[in-house]
């Protein structure tokens, strides 16, 4: 008996993982979030299933996970520590909006966590294992502390990461792709 190829071969989509890591504090939260829809659709456009993975920190996780939310992407969140610790982080204005977020995660991950900051470095880590591509809004700047954006960044670049990073210029946004950087 021979197995001859089906003359209509069904192809799978191929999944691609967009994840994301950023500052807290913004200068212009609108620009960035521009910044980050228009990428978003450019890799929309490839024909690929699109997932997004990341936490819901306040600032610039937050403005992704609503771009991603609102572009119909399925997003899975990253806690780095159970909830009941993680809102202690947060004001009560800024958790009701993180709660708000959760609530159109395709998938919320809670992990283990160890304990601040480390807690935050793992999550970081894990996004970008994860993911194809990383997103960063950052400001070029070394990390201002364990799990920082920097370091998550030269994380995905031993990792071999196409890294996507959205920097804050004078009221605008600059795109710089430090896939090459090293």
Known sequence: MSITPATNERRFSKVHVVGFTGHRHLKNSEAVAAA?????EVIR??????????SVAIGADS???????????KWIALLPMPKEIFREDFSAEDWANAERLLAHAAQVRVLPGK???QSYLDCGKTTATESDDLFAVWDGDPARGLGGTGEIIAY???LGRKITCFREKEGRVEKVDLSRVR
Do not use: H
């Not at 980050?36 to 978003?40: A, F, M, P, S, W």
């Not at 456009?45 to 990341?54: H, N, R, T, Y």
């Not at 403005?63 to 992407?73: L, M, P, Q, R, T």
């Open 63 to 73: 403005i992704f996970a609503n771009e991603v939310i609102k572009a119909g992407i």
């Open 45 to 54: 456009q490839k024909g690929v299933e699109l997932v997004a993975i990341s």
């Open 156 to 158: 995905a670049q031993t």
């Open 36 to 40: 980050l829809r228009t990428e978003l």
């Open 115 to 117: 304990g601040r900051p």
